[in-house]
């Protein structure tokens, strides 16, 4: 198949041809199409352009030994997306130790005191995201600082919207609670 032609099939088609064939031009066109996409994705998560170069590297890496295992449940980008975000995180986690995540979107779930005032406690939260499970803090941030919808969040994970808002409301309930626990212990500190 020629290069031009490539161009113009679907995303599934080109991941059916390079399961199939094990093509390297296959690949590259899946890469072309979204080494930027995968690469904002990373910045977005790790706020750091060399991180995210790194990881959008890593990422295609993963993507070339895991692309068998897209079932076509879900378009392939929103796979691909799904696979970048847990990429990410979990590299996040387990190679660096400290959380680069931004947490600008989370700050609602600290900040009680309306406009212009910020919640000194806000400042545990990297703190207390981190004794969260891999789940729990995953939903809160694609929630909080993705803003994504339950739909897609259900759609990404694979899980219901009911199972989403409870989990999201445990999750929200165990941060603040590790939260005031800090806050109280520094108080008396």
């Not at 490539?6 to 199409?33: C, M, P």
């Not at 897609?152 to 603040?176: D, G, H, P, T």
Request: proline share 1%.
């Amino acid at each position: 198949m020629k290069l031009t032609a490539l161009k113009t099939i679907t995303d599934e088609e080109l991941v059916s041809l390079f399961s199939a064939t094990g093509s390297q031009r296959y690949f590259e066109v899946i890469y072309q199409r979204y080494n930027r996409r995968v690469y904002q994705k990373c910045l977005q998560i790790t706020k750091d352009e060399y991180l995210a170069q790194d990881y959008a590297h890593d990422v295609f890496m993963h993507l070339f030994q895991k692309i068998n295992y897209f079932e076509g449940r879900s378009s392939f980008s929103t796979w691909l997306y799904a696979l970048t975000r847990n990429f990410v995180l979990t590299r996040l986690r387990t190679h660096d130790g400290a959380r680069r995540i931004s947490l600008d979107g989370l700050e609602s779930i600290a900040d009680e005191y309306g406009e212009g005032g910020v919640d000194p406690k806000l400042f545990l939260l990297p703190k207390a995201l981190s004794v969260l499970s891999n789940e729990e803090s995953q939903l809160l941030v694609m929630r909080y600082y993705e803003g994504l919808e339950f739909s897609e969040i259900s759609q990404q994970l694979a899980i219901s919207i009911s199972a989403i808002k409870m989990r999201l409301n445990r999750s929200r309930a165990k941060l603040k609670k590790q939260i005031l626990t800090w806050s109280e212990s520094e108080a008396y500190a």
